[in-house]
């Protein structure tokens, strides 16, 4: 059996249940939907016990070894069911083991439930937050079931020397939303007598039959050292942490559906030929709007709740087209787009409502915001990445909707008009002088903005409703009147901004500007010893999507010479072949979030646009 090692942080699941470990810990365990609060951890109290996991090669299963000294203390196997929100732990030790155990929403028993067992029931309450506003809409249980040589008190589990395993399992809805109890005690009574073995076998080749499908030359791959290890281990990320509903979690630490980080999921998909999965994604989101209305930042997976920012109908929505666009042209499924029509309207008129002298808004979520890298008092400028979304996803969609009738001739002259507008403003409104701009200050300057907002303070930095300070920028009540809200008026240029609408197919400006920029990027980068371009940009794709630039925009006669990028990409991933979230000194920050799904599906894209080209 193959191992792959993977370093800190990795992802275990189904679409239904899901556990995030590190070592021997568990980090995080949930089910039996991705949108719900983490149930419980479990933590290795022997800190001078080396723990080392390795994933299972094609497989999302991981055996960790435990040595103490240079001795074997033991392994342990994680998996799950391959379709049911069951997860399976099973240990083999030399001596007892001891974990500290912690879970907020257990009631501790003792063979009051099963016989002879141990066991822990978990009832998570209709309303448990899940993330800041975002809060579950039924009452869940679950259910952590020990074997009978296991040793459990409150706040500890000993783990026997032998064999012994531990069970989690998560009772779904039902149709009627209340049937959770009583699904997690009959799953519990099945997965109790099942055969743990059976079971492992049928995970393994069920892995086995999704990761055969992948659809990607071997020869793209030759000149990179495991390559094959490095798609595979990027497909499992992606697949792990995508839903039973569609969705995809953006990392630990989110348990919901983001739109941004959907994009770069979806792309993925899309590159490795798993477009069942690229498929499944749009038809959540389209669903998503059909059930609300409109489209959150983030919405639920298995709940209902959303999670809701600042200027949501912008810089998002653009990706949620593409994506639809994306799907329907490159599979020629037409109808499926034509199916999808009241989605794909609302997409573009939810953007165009938000247009200033060509301008659109930044999202309150959107990356550069979240991560300090532009002050959110700026968040009402023109946004050059949400603009150039508009305009590339706009024009496609009019394109298609003109070739196959599927507006109207005034519908489509008017929505022209207003795309026209904002691409011809375009570079005017964020260049100066042979300098890119990720924002333009006038787009606040000349319009009203809401008196009252969702949002994040710009003081105190906490999620809730705002009110418009008189400087112009926003406040909780808390802070409100306490203390000013200045809107900044300086312009910044974060060159990744640029490239992710090179990434996008939304290429807006003229080709001497880009190539100019990507120049001075590059030697940035080199410079600095292969940190970021900018210092505060350390965001975990950079280097994926000026690979893909340098793809799209240079001969292949001139792309040998940023090889150099091409192995600071793959040598700054964390072991196991992925991305995590934020890059500190060119290093991954494993303090941010790890494993994620955007950062390596962006990357894996890059990589393959990169050698592609060259290949050519």
Known sequence: MKLIPTQALHFIGNGHVAMAGNGADIVQLFAPCYSMPNVMTLRLKETEITAKSNRIANSAGYITELTQNGSTVGEIIDYTHHTLPVFIRRLNLSRPLEFSVEYPFAKFCTDSVTEGGRSYLFEIPEGSVIFTKSKTDKETYCRLILSQNCVAEEGNIIFPAGMSHLLFVGGDHGDTGTQSFADCMALSDFIQSADLDEIFREFLAHWNKILSCIKIAPSILASVNDGDELIESVAVALITQTSAQGGVVAGSFYHLAYGRDMYGVFRGYMALGLYGYARSMVEYMCETYRKKGFMPNASGMGMSCSHCHENDDVEQTGYYLLELLDYAEKTEDITFLCERMDYAHYLLTAQEKHLKNGMLPFNGDETYIAGGIFP???????????????????????????KYNLMNYEEITAHKAKVADARERFTENFTDRNTVYINNPYRAEIGDTPAYRQGVCHHCNKM?????????GYLCAACYGKTNAPVTRERYSTDCALWMTVYAGCTLLPEATLFSALERSINTIRESNYGASNPKNAVGYEYGVILYTLAKLLPASKLPSYRDLLNALLSNRVEGAVWTEYYRNGKPSLDSCPYRPWESAINLCGILAYLDALNQ
Do not use: P, Q
Request: glycine share 12%; no cysteine.
């Open 464 to 472: 809730t409703n705002l009110i418009r300070d008189k400087e112009g």
């Open 376 to 402: 959110r008092s700026g968040i009402d400028h023109g946004s050059l990445e949400a603009t150039a979304l508009y305009i590339g996803s706009a024009s496609r969609l009019l394109e298609v909707s003109e």
